[in-house]
């Protein structure tokens, strides 16, 4: 129980958790709101009052999982716009966005997403604004501050973020979703792919 | 029938052309060897002449799929090597490359490997090797000669090429994977998607 969580957030919580749990365990279809509320030890009138069906429940759990990962990279994008040393930062950044994306539970919602995308598209949309999308505006936001201040030359910040994120993230999210491996990956990798995504980008918008 | 094949490629042709169907329409686990004879309209000795067990079979259709996707792109980048006008000629390869990847049966058979990568990693292994693998290793020769004649400025042409490709697919293969999309492309957001791959991979790797 979290300080200060109440008895219906409480409720709340132990229902998102446990319906993680089956959506990722079992996938979108298999899952009812029964073996949930089964699941969280709920009545199955709780889950309807807090969810009122399992595509708003699935649709808060994309939500919550990804904001979760988007934070950090909000907070280490904010402070990359007032860096001194590009470089380092773009590292330190790009590590935190790669190992925050390859968590477990991201790659195996993200397949699920994948699956159900025919069904239900509009979960993938969730998923990619949430994800790409929030990050992307955050570092578009640091790019355009540090080619004001000198540091970068970059015409087109949205673009360039796109092109950051995908030169770090798309070999390690590709292999992962096409090979089925849900471990984190290796720290030797993370850094490999970072290094070498921060060097071409730097190569071309560096000042 | 193509000319020149005789009764017995002719077969394995259509069971190859019924087994595709099949899978793409009805997923891998629901796809059984006798609705493919049925499907091809040989007996289910046919398939098993041709094809040992299902798993073969569907090896067959990934080499086969994205091998047909693959030729173009290797030609393009044969005769990348020898351009005089690399910009022009990055910009149709690229645009040839993401057409390829983008077609809906290609597509569809992504989906289709991704869900049942936890079972079956070494059909999403087959894919990557003849898909960014292969158009990666004709990219990368086609880079390395262009570094020789002092039009490209590549240190390493294998993870240059790995960026090209991912700098132009990324975005769209992604989409159409979280949003269930399976359309060719937009003409224009190809040409958009490949033009500004283009101009961040010769910022960083023009002379």
Do not use: C
């Not at 029964?34 to 708003?56: E, G, M, N, P």
């Not at 949309?125 to 640091?142: D, I, W, Y």
């Not at 910040?157 to 290796?186: C, K, T, V, Y």
């Amino acid at each position: 129980m979290e300080p200060g969580e109440d008895r219906s957030a409480r409720k709340r919580r132990a229902i998102m958790d446990a319906a993680t749990e089956a959506f990722l365990r079992d996938g979108y279809q298999r899952t009812s709101m029964d073996s949930i509320a089964a699941a969280a030890a709920v009545s199955k009138q709780t889950v309807y009052k807090h969810f009122s069906d399992k595509q708003r429940l699935f649709a808060e759990i994309v939500t919550a999982t990804t904001s979760q990962a988007a934070v950090p990279v909000d907070q280490d994008a904010r402070s990359l716009a007032d860096s001194d040393d590009v470089e380092a930062d773009l590292r330190e950044l790009g590590r935190r966005l790669l190992t925050l994306v390859m968590q477990p539970r991201i790659l195996r919602l993200r397949r699920l997403v994948i699956a159900e995308a025919g069904r239900f598209p509009e979960l993938g949309l969730m998923f990619l604004q949430q994800g790409v999308g929030r990050s992307g505006r955050a570092l578009a936001t640091a790019f355009e501050r540090l080619t004001a201040r000198g540091l970068l030359r970059v015409d087109d910040p949205a673009l360039a973020a796109a092109q950051f994120s995908w030169l770090i993230m798309s070999r390690p999210i590709n292999e992962a979703m096409l090979l089925g491996r849900h471990d984190p990956p290796d720290p030797a990798d993370v850094l490999r792919f970072v290094d070498d995504g921060v060097r071409m980008f730097l190569k071309a918008y560096g000042p």
